[in-house]
C-alpha cells in the first residue's frame, strides 16, 4: 500500500539550528501539507501546498518556516533558526482528492 | 470558523467495554468532511473514518461504529467489546468547502486507556 514516508524519524537540535525535514508524498498526490503538534496537544495545520506554491498557511507557519519541492517527489519542511518552542512532532500529508494521508512523523527536539 | 470540540480528555475503561467518543464540531460551511484518527503510542496519525456532511446513515466497521448526528453537529465514534490495543489517543477532525477542504482543523483528542 502506498504510504507518505518522513525522515528523520527523530531530530535533536540546538537552538538557534537550521533544520530540514524530508518527506516523500504519495507518488500521484497533487496536495502537501505539514501539520504540527506539540507534545500532549492537539494536530495543527501549519501549510498546504499545491501546484508549486503555497496555498494556505496558518498563523504559525511565520518567517522562519518554509516549504519547498526540490524535486518530483520530496517535499521538505525548513526551520530557519529553531526555537525551543518549535520541539514538537511533525507530520507531513498528502491526498489526490479525498482523504488525507499523513506519514509516521518527524519528532523535532529543541535543546 | 471551524472548531472541534472533544470534550473527554481521558477515558478509562476494561477490556470488553463499549466505550463512545463524543465529537462535536462547528462549521459555517454546508458542505464539510469529518474525520476520527487513531494515534497509538508510536506516534503515527492512522486514519479511521471519513464523513461527507451529506452522508448521515451511520457507518459500523467491526468493532467500530460512528454515529453521525447533523441536528447536534455531533460525529461520535464507538468502539464494541474494547481491546488493549485499542488504547490510544483518538482525534476528530473537520475539513470544509470554504479552505477547499485543504485543511483539517483537529479536536484536542481523547486518550483511551483500555486495562487487562
Known amino acids: 500500500e502506498p504510504e507518505v514516508t518522513q525522515t528523520p524519524s527523530h531530530q535533536v537540535t540546538q537552538m538557534g539550528q537550521e533544520v530540514i525535514l524530508r518527506c516523500v508524498p504519495i507518488s500521484n498526490h497533487l496536495y502537501f501539507y505539514w501539520y504540527r503538534q506539540i507534545l500532549g496537544q492537539k494536530v495543527e495545520f501549519l501549510v498546504s501546498f499545491y501546484n508549486n506554491e503555497i496555498s494556505e498557511k496558518s498563523e504559525i507557519f511565520d518567517d522562519q518556516f518554509s516549504v519547498e519541492r526540490p524535486d518530483g517527489s520530496n517535499f521538505t519542511l525548513k526551520i530557519r533558526s529553531t526555537k525551543l518552542e518549535d520541539s514538537a512532532m511533525y507530520f507531513c500529508a498528502s491526498r489526490e482528492a479525498g482523504e488525507l494521508f499523513f506519514g509516521e512523523g518527524s519528532r523535532l527536539t529543541v535543546l | 470558523a471551524q472548531k472541534v470540540t472533544q470534550a473527554q480528555t481521558e477515558i478509562s475503561v476494561v477490556e470488553k467495554e463499549d466505550v463512545t467518543l463524543d465529537c462535536v464540531y462547528e462549521?459555517?460551511?454546508?458542505?464539510?468532511?469529518l474525520f476520527w484518527y487513531k494515534q497509538p503510542p508510536s506516534g503515527e496519525l492512522v486514519f479511521l473514518i471519513r464523513?461527507?456532511?451529506?452522508?448521515?446513515q451511520n457507518e459500523i466497521s467491526g468493532r467500530y461504529s460512528w454515529n453521525f448526528q447533523k441536528s447536534t453537529s455531533s460525529f461520535n465514534f464507538t468502539i464494541t467489546a474494547s481491546q488493549v490495543v485499542d488504547s490510544a489517543v483518538y482525534f476528530c477532525a473537520l475539513s470544509g468547502l470554504s479552505s477547499g477542504y485543504s485543511t483539517l482543523t483537529f479536536g484536542k483528542g481523547t486518550m483511551l486507556l483500555v486495562s487487562p
Open positions: 464523513r461527507n456532511s451529506f452522508d448521515e
Open positions: 462549521t459555517r460551511d454546508t458542505t464539510y468532511y
